[in-house]
């Protein structure tokens, strides 16, 4: 079927949602706000305030454009502090892989081991692949050329061979999505070395399948919140594995409830001052009108004792 829907004005989308009982107070404010966010984006904010009916979807009642506009603040403001945990994580988590490989093998484990520590792991559509080494090879010296860093621009200029950087230098260069591939591929060398993705684990408190699961649902998380996607009232489609010592905070693997566990058992370990609870509550505190079930938390979680 091809699409012939016409491009409509802010002011004809408004009167649309009007017309499906949506009250707007201020139209001049509700149409800057359609001009600035758009409605394509805000309309994923408004869909759960509808009812559905045999002559399409209506607002429930009493909903107000500014409810539609106080659940994207929200949206923004939870997608920041995700994006400062999921730091925090990051930073942790190359920083381990790379300590642990480079006093195994060396500095420059990456290039001298490649075949031998980077192995085949199971694929998402069955059977097992490679590590892509070629694409990863390029990534590092292509981010650490063009880097801004002092001691990536002092290496180049000081040293001739290798041609590319020791492996604390090189982590600065790699995506969440890397290290979380590469994490997957890791394998020992050497039967007499201790298994480098165990040693990883052990660091964070985790078993591997946990550590392996739990880094490619939070590389999705971070992906949706670099790009300032909707991430109230979403369904992730990926469900991290379960924690066996707290099974309860996995009842709902595909809501955020459950990668913001995921983010504060992470982190532990990492930070014994932990504040991540702390945002989150504040985060609910400053939007009393909006109920954390939207995003899968249960009732008076902030006193289960994960969270303290």
């Excluded at 012939?4 to 509700?30: C, E, I, T």
């Excluded at 420059?108 to 080494?133: I, K, M």
């Excluded at 702390?278 to 938390?297: N, S, T, V």
Aim: net charge positive; with cysteine.
């Amino acid at each position: 079927m091809k699409y012939s829907k016409p491009a409509l004005s802010n002011a004809d989308l408004l009167a649309r949602w009007q017309a499906k009982g949506l009250a707007v107070p201020h139209p001049a404010d509700a149409e800057r706000a359609l001009n600035f966010i758009g409605y394509f984006r805000l309309r994923g904010y408004a869909l759960p305030l509808m009812n559905t009916t045999p002559a399409g979807r209506v607002f429930k009642a009493g909903v107000k454009f500014d409810d539609i506009v106080a659940r994207y603040e929200l949206d923004r403001e939870l997608r920041r502090i995700t994006l400062g945990q999921l730091e925090r994580i990051e930073v942790a988590v190359r920083t381990v892989i790379s300590n642990q490989m480079s006093l195994q093998y060396g500095p420059f484990w990456y290039l001298n081991y490649p075949d031998q520590v980077l192995g085949h792991a199971p694929s998402r559509r069955g059977g097992t692949e490679p590590f892509p080494l070629g694409s990863f090879l390029s990534e590092v010296e292509r981010e650490t050329h063009r880097s801004r860093d002092l001691f990536a621009q002092h290496y180049f200029k000081t040293y001739t061979e290798p041609l590319l950087p020791p492996s604390w230098l090189m982590v600065e260069c790699l995506s969440f999505g890397k290290w979380s591939l590469l994490y997957k591929h890791l394998q020992k060398a050497d039967p007499k070395h201790p298994n480098p993705k165990k040693g990883v684990a052990k660091a964070f408190g985790l078993s591997v399948s946990l550590l392996e699961s739990w880094l490619h649902a939070l590389t999705i998380l971070r992906n949706i919140c670099a790009h300032h996607g909707r991430v109230w009232n979403r369904r992730f489609a990926y469900r991290p594995e379960v924690y066996a010592q707290a099974p309860q905070h996995f009842t709902d693997q595909q809501s955020y409830y459950c990668l913001a566990v995921v983010m504060r058992l992470f982190s532990r370990p990492v930070d014994t001052h932990d504040e991540w609870p702390i945002r989150l509550m504040d985060l609910f505190k400053a939007h009393p009108a909006i109920a954390p079930a939207d995003l899968g938390f249960p009732a008076n979680w902030e006193a289960d004792p994960i969270w303290n």
